[in-house]
Each structure stands twice: as structure tokens, then as C-alpha cells.
């Protein structure tokens, strides 16, 4: 038994192995991998009962291939890796949950009902918060991006391991433009080239910053503003189970706690490039309490149907688009994670 438990296992350390050193040495087939596992999501949805199981399945395995691929590169192509390694398997953490939680949604309220659903729900939100604040709290990690694990730059990734092999290209900056312009004795062969601008001295340098992905310092009253961000959907499970989801409270008060977390966190100077972008994308995730209950339910829903119907019925090929849209909406109304997560 434990020779054959041996065996087994070397079988699989032998296919990672096999595996890491495909994704090493070929990333764009690694993504081509990835694209066609999510195509077919797309294409298993609706074809048959239970396709919206399986298509959320395999949306979920191409999400964590993405996850997986991202980190074999990252570890094996970026010296030194931008983050320490406990950090790192935190950020994993959440988003191996940010790639299943719909899928657990789904799932669960299909093998064991709606109750079981709501239980599920609160778990992955517990665990997520839990993981956020610990990040927050002991790796001073600033404003958390959505997703937790930036998607690698893979091009940027393995121009930085040529130019570490062969040494930095030698270019031309222009005095005006500030254009860097690579000399022909430098430029790579055509099956080795990456048709983009060489990095100069200080463009290469903001890569690494990118990379680093350097938290800025919050201090107390921008941590608090984080803390309540990251409590946001306890917040409202809880009012959702003290006041029902018909009422008006947990949307008024979430809606609250997402304004006054932003207005605070806005008034930091310091912040990096990606902490701003991150705080333009939660500016924009505020016209979700448009389609969420239960505004959606007695203002929006009306209004979307009658324009969408319109759009369908007198704009030619934009029906393609809008009458499935009209009936994805009722579907898309009972998921937690689409309108909440």
C-alpha cells in the first residue's frame, strides 16, 4: 500500500514538474490554455440542464489556472519575487475564494437548498475578511485591489528575464519626447522579438514599482476606512438576517458604509498608482446600487426591461445583445456574488 501510495505520488510531483516547465518555457500557450477553458463556459451555458453548474465550473478552473500560472512565473521568471512568500499565499488564498465563490453559491443551493446557500455565503465572506484584515493589519498592505492577485504582466515579465540574461537594452531616449528608441545592433531575432518600445532607465524602474506593488501607509483614520470596507459585507448579511431582504436597510446602510469609506480613503495624498486605480474602480461599482434590491426591484427594473425591449425592437443587431441580456437578468438578480461580492 505504501509503495503504491509512492508511486502515485512521484506520478504527480513528475507531472507538475512537466507542467511548471510548460508554463516556464511556452506562456502564451499557457494563456491560449486558459482562453479556452473560458470559452467554453461560454458555450456549455444554457445548452442543457445544469449548464449553469458546469459552465460556472469550468469558469471557476479557468480563473484558477490564471491563479496558477500567474504564481509558476512569477516564482520562476521574477527575481527577486515582488512579495514575501507568506503574503503571497495569503493573497492566494483569496483568490482561489474570489475564483470558487460563485460556484460554491450555485452548488450549494443546488445540492442542498437555499438555506445551505445563505450559509455558504456567509462563510466565504468570513474567511475573506478575515484574510483582508490580517493583510491589513499585519502586512500593512493599504488598499486591497479586486482581485486580490494583480493578473501578471507575462510580456513585461519575460522582457525583464531577457534583459537579465543578456543585459539591459541600449537606447536612444529622445531629449523632447522622452522616447526610447532601441538601436539595431540590440534588437532581438523576429522569433524572440516583442514588438513593443524598449523600457529606458526610468520606465523599467516604474515596472518594478508595478511589480513591487508598494502599499502606501493608510494611518489610523485610512485603516479604519479599510477596516470598514472589508466589513462591509458582514455588515450587510447581518441586516439582511435582522431585517429580511425586502427591506430598505441593508441597502442604505452598505450604500453608507461604501461612501464614507471612499470619502476618507480619497483624501490621502500619498497614495500609488494602483491604489488610485482601485479607488476609481469602487467609485464605479457604486452604480451597482442601481440593480441591486431592492432598488432594482421597484425603480431600475422597469425602466431596464422598457430600454432594453426598445433597443432590441428597433435598433438592427443590437436584439442579439439585449433580448438574452433580458432574460440573463432574472438569473443573474438571484446570485449573491454577482451583485454583492
Known amino acids: 500500500m505504501a509503495a503504491t501510495l509512492a508511486r502515485y505520488r512521484d506520478r504527480l ?29 461560454y458555450l456549455i451555458a444554457g ?3 445544469d449548464s449553469n453548474e458546469l459552465s460556472e465550473l469550468f469558469y471557476s478552473a ?8 500567474d504564481g509558476i512565473l512569477r516564482k520562476e521568471l521574477l527575481k527577486p519575487p515582488p512579495t514575501d512568500g507568506s503574503r503571497q499565499r495569503l493573497l492566494n488564498w483569496l483568490g482561489v475564494l474570489e475564483s470558487l465563490e460563485v460556484f460554491i453559491e450555485i452548488g450549494s443551493s443546488r445540492a442542498f437548498g437555499d438555506r445551505m446557500r445563505w450559509v455558504a455565503i456567509l462563510v466565504i465572506q468570513l474567511l475573506k475578511a478575515c484574510l483582508r484584515v490580517v493583510l491589513l493589519l499585519s502586512y500593512k498592505s493599504g488598499i486591497q485591489s479586486f482581485p486580490s492577485v494583480t493578473p501578471l504582466d507575462r510580456e513585461g515579465a519575460l522582457n525583464q528575464t531577457e534583459e537579465n540574461n543578456g543585459g539591459q537594452d541600449t537606447c536612444f531616449v529622445g531629449t523632447r519626447s522622452s522616447r526610447a528608441v532601441r538601436s539595431l545592433t540590440d534588437a532581438p531575432t523576429g522569433r524572440n522579438r516583442f514588438w513593443r518600445s524598449p523600457q529606458g532607465p526610468d520606465g523599467q524602474q516604474r515596472k518594478a514599482d508595478d511589480w513591487s506593488g508598494k502599499p502606501s ?8 476606512a479599510e477596516t470598514v470596507q472589508i466589513l462591509r459585507p458582514i455588515t450587510h448579511l447581518g441586516c439582511l438576517a435582522v431585517w429580511g431582504q425586502k427591506s ?15 470619502s476618507v480613503l480619497r483624501d490621502i495624498d500619498h497614495l500609488s498608482l494602483r491604489e488610485r486605480r482601485e ?43 439585449a433580448r438574452p441580456l433580458m432574460d440573463y437578468l432574472p438569473v443573474w438578480q438571484k446570485i449573491y456574488f454577482y451583485n454583492w461580492g
Open 248 to 262: 430598505w436597510k441593508p441597502w442604505l446602510l452598505a450604500a453608507a458604509l461604501d461612501v464614507g469609506s471612499l
Open 13 to 41: 510531483q513528475e507531472l507538475a514538474r512537466k507542467y511548471k516547465e510548460f508554463v516556464v518555457q511556452n506562456p502564451a500557450g499557457a494563456t491560449k490554455v486558459e482562453g479556452a477553458v473560458r470559452m467554453l463556459s
Open 47 to 49: 445548452r442543457f440542464t
Open 62 to 69: 479557468s480563473n484558477l489556472l490564471v491563479l496558477l500560472n
Open 217 to 224: 501607509d493608510l494611518g489610523t483614520l485610512g485603516t479604519i
Open 279 to 321: 479607488l476609481r474602480r469602487r467609485s464605479l461599482l457604486l452604480l451597482y446600487y442601481l440593480v441591486r434590491s431592492p432598488f432594482y426591484n421597484r425603480y431600475t427594473e422597469i425602466r431596464l426591461l422598457l430600454l432594453l425591449r426598445l433597443l432590441g425592437d428597433y435598433v438592427p443587431g443590437i436584439g442579439l445583445v
